[in-house]
Nanobody, 121 residues
């Protein structure tokens, strides 16, 4: 019933920018954005950026200074602004959030199905 859906991926030239969005749908009572992950072909899934309930953020070394994570826990959305993109940023990007469905006391972590970002040319 509850799901996360990423959008905003696509093909971009090196040095370009993209903004990824993640939106939750379904019957939701609580939403807490947690972070973005990515998985490149033949690679393990890795943390790109995380965000805590106090607003603090953390970034992987490879994206530090280029990417910015933000969230809106009222609108049930999560964002990733990606600047100065490099070919090595090519990957499927996944969002993660803790969601409490309507009628439930406890929330649980949900993952999006991913959106492909390709940096080439």
């Amino acid at each position: 019933q509850v799901q996360l859906v990423e959008s905003g991926g696509g093909l971009v030239q090196p040095g370009g920018s993209l903004r990824l969005s993640c939106a939750a749908s379904g019957s939701i009572s609580g939403f807490r954005a947690k972070g973005w992950y990515r998985q490149a072909p033949g690679q393990e899934r890795e943390l790109v950026a995380s965000i805590e309930s106090d607003g603090s953020t953390d970034y992987g070394d490879s994206v530090k200074g280029r990417f910015t994570i933000s969230g809106d826990n009222v609108k049930n959305k999560l964002y990733l602004q990606m600047n100065s993109l490099k070919p090595e940023d090519t990957a499927v990007y996944y969002c993660k959030a803790n969601i409490r469905p309507t009628g439930m006391v406890w929330g649980m972590d949900y993952w999006g199905k991913g959106t492909l970002v390709t940096v080439s040319s």
